[in-house]
């Protein structure tokens, strides 16, 4: 069972006004929380509890993991297949099913799949096994990509040859971009995604208030921040505004941190990139620049072609990222895909709107509710 927060002074005041201003506005809202830690968040402290009946929140393509396509696990495993390749990646990919396999099944199998907690991990196991060839698997957003952008430039200044890097890097301004063109998607504002907007400022989402006049709040991860963040879209929708404001201010500046996005676009490039659910975006994912080639692991495995991705079509992970449906009406929720035997990436990483839901909401109200449509 959920336990709600108990309201600090402050927080109490806040939340006063923000059931006084849901009545008055007088009609249900819907606000999308883009990242995967406030949805756990959310669900963890119990907010969900403590807003008004009139307030919805909707969960978006913020997870990382979740996004990452089937066919980039496909080709993954492949590459788990070859002889002496050692798989290095984030724990939380190492369930994520594929067409026809998982990394962890192929690890089980006799593959040499190893876990890091850092991109350079993969580098400190090459240097000290140079008869081996390693792949790092390199997927996240803006928050991860400097630190993967740093491993590159390591891996080429120590000619680090036995080394590369599959990417699967994504960035989330074009994919908001996408995911709104859907008409069966009304949305009143958007609780933007934190760690992203320490990198890439406040900026990067202004199209959102100018272009679909939806009020943005780029929030923390505290109970509190959220409550902050949730109320400062309220009082946009009461007043008729649509403007890009941080309540995250400890963290996040305007203009973002300018040296790490120098760091990364001095390794990588913008490119086209497949999402899970939305399919392929242009100049939404980054790769390798040709001068880093020969770190590139699509360039040096083509061997690893595979077949086209064939996804389980009970799952709906894909409209579940999309926010078109709550994970409750997936048939296979909390039956035929849990934690222990998951079907989609959603119910795998711990960012993952259905594991949230799993663990913290599935008796909670409106779990198997459906959002409303155009």
């Not at 406040?202 to 959102?208: K, M, N, S, T």
């Not at 086209?272 to 770190?295: D, V």
């Amino acid at each position: 069972m959920t336990v709600s927060p108990a309201p600090s002074p402050g927080l109490k005041a806040q939340l006063l006004e923000m059931h006084q201003l849901a009545r008055q506005f007088g009609r249900p809202v819907k606000y999308m929380e883009v990242c995967g830690t406030h949805t756990m968040a959310a669900f963890r402290s119990g907010l969900r509890t403590l807003l008004p009946e009139s307030i919805s929140l909707l969960s978006g393509p913020g997870c990382p993991v979740c996004v990452t396509p089937a066919d980039f696990i496909d080709q993954a495993v492949a590459l788990a297949r070859l002889q002496d390749v050692v798989i290095v990646t984030f724990g939380d990919l190492l369930r994520v099913p594929g067409s026809r396999s998982s990394l962890e099944r192929e690890r089980a199998g006799g593959a040499e799949v190893r876990v890091a907690y850092s991109p350079l991990d993969a580098l400190a196991w090459a240097a000290q096994e140079p008869q081996r060839r390693f792949v790092f698997l390199a997927i996240g957003f803006e928050t991860t990509i400097p630190a993967i952008a740093v491993s590159v430039l390591q891996a080429a200044e120590r000619r680090l040859d036995n080394v590369s890097f599959l990417c699967a890097l994504k960035l989330m301004p074009p994919a908001l971009a996408a995911l709104l063109r859907s008409p069966a998607l009304k949305l009143d504002g958007l609780l933007c995604p934190g760690h992203v907007s320490v990198m890439i400022g406040p900026e990067p989402y202004a199209f959102l208030a100018k272009s679909h006049h939806l009020p943005c709040v780029v929030a923390g991860f505290e109970p509190g921040d959220m409550v902050a963040g949730v109320l400062m879209l309220l009082r946009q929708s009461c007043g008729h505004r649509a403007e890009v404001e941080i309540q995250y201010h400890r963290s996040v500046k305007p203009g973002g941190l300018l040296r790490a996005r120098q760091l990364w676009e001095s390794v990588f490039e913008p490119s086209p990139s497949r999402w899970r659910g939305l399919g392929w975006i242009p100049e939404s994912g980054l790769k390798l620049r040709p001068e880093f080639s020969a770190w590139d692991a699509d360039r040096l495995y083509p061997e690893t072609q595979v077949p086209a991705a064939v996804e389980n079509p009970a799952c709906r992970c894909g409209e579940v990222l999309q926010a078109l449906v709550l994970p409750g009406q997936c048939p296979l929720f909390a039956s035929g895909c849990t934690p222990e035997e998951p079907q989609g990436p959603c119910m795998v990483s711990s960012e993952g709107t259905c594991a949230a839901y799993y663990r913290y909401g599935r008796m909670a109200s409106g779990a198997s509710a459906a959002p409303e449509r155009a």
